[in-house]
């Protein structure tokens, strides 16, 4: 059996498709022109050729992240699959380990993906850093403890003008968040602003404050025939909640709560510390479900911490597990960071804090805190040790990832 690892040439794409309608049994349409194979380029692809068939595919995706005011490049890695008759040989584990090797000579330090399976990735030392969480509420149930609906005009925009009102706000959203992806204008066509018949007409809706300024929107879809509600049975879907000022959030929920036909708002992909549960009268009618979001590794310990933004100032010394699929990980690094910037340098000793590549994901994300894994076993140190991871690892907001790729 020869086994080979190699990229797609571009005629090979449709073999890729016929793997992904496979695999992923039509999520992505049937066929060798389905979405995996018309959403990739050659050059993102890993495959595995079984004695000259494709038996295994990979994709990485090139993408910026947030992270802390930096902008830092990461792998998003996606179309991954196998035919069944291929299975079981270790042929994931080879394109996972070449896909980080490529990575890091490409100066991609961080990767992320959406797990079809958790075992596959935890595996890979990938972790769950980010949360979705939904919400679903009717309308009449919509309103705040303290009755401040905000004073802000909403008024609803066609999506070509809307598109340049709302990429800045977006941009100056995400500044100091971790984990949102820099949105290519392709990116928002196949996410938030995607036309799709059955949810009906892509709306964007634009608050502006008292001085006319934009200051937040929210993209979304309606649909009749949705609920049971005998008399509301519309259902709207919100994709995109973004908000610069307090008066802002507050006046879009105002906004949706306004549409008297909706029976049920749903949005399923909050933030962790969204406000909503704080600030809503009956909390208990948002229905919130928290499930997991996107999963994140660190491809290159030094790099992916230098390249992060700080809130905490000190020197660290983290002492990195043993990691087989990327081995130059493995070792001591030596972290000086502050609100300007930060310095790496890897170096023989003892570290302050020692720890996997997958807890670490979870420290630099934010996701959980130095005491957190400490408490649960994963990170070791001595208490002042880790205070100060904690501090030079704070992050304003909860980790978040709202772009599927």
Known sequence: MAIEIRSAR???MGDMGEIGAYVYAGSFGDGPDNVIATSNRPEWTL???????????????PFTVRVLGNAVPMGGVSSVGTLPEFRRRGLARSLMTQALSDMHERGQPIASLWASQAAIYQRYQFAMTTVQ???????????????DMGSCEVTRVGVSEGYDIIKPLYIEYIKDRIC??????????FNALEERSEDGPT????CRDGRGAPVGYIIYTVRSGRTGHRSRDQEMTVRDFVWLTHDCYRSLWRFIASHDLVGTVRWQSAPLDDPAPELFIEPRQLHTRDQEGAWFRVVDVPAALAARGYMGSGTIKIGIDEDP????NTGTHELTASTEGAEVKSLDGTPDIQLSAKALASLYTGFHSAGVLA?????????????????????????HCPDHF
């Open 203 to 206: 709306q964007i809706a634009v």
């Open 10 to 12: 571009a005629d090979e």
């Open 325 to 328: 699929l990327a081995p130059w």
């Open 180 to 189: 949102y992806l820099h949105r290519a204008k392709t990116l928002w066509q």
């Open 375 to 399: 408490g649960w076993g994963l990170l070791k140190g001595e208490p002042s040790s880790i205070q100060l991871a904690e501090r030079i690892f704070a992050t304003p907001h909860a980790p």
């Open 47 to 61: 495959c595995a050729f079984v004695d000259g068939q494709m038996a295994s595919m990979f994709s990485t995706i």
């Open 133 to 147: 969480r939904s919400y679903s509420v009717d309308t009449v149930d919509i309103g705040f403890y303290d009755g």
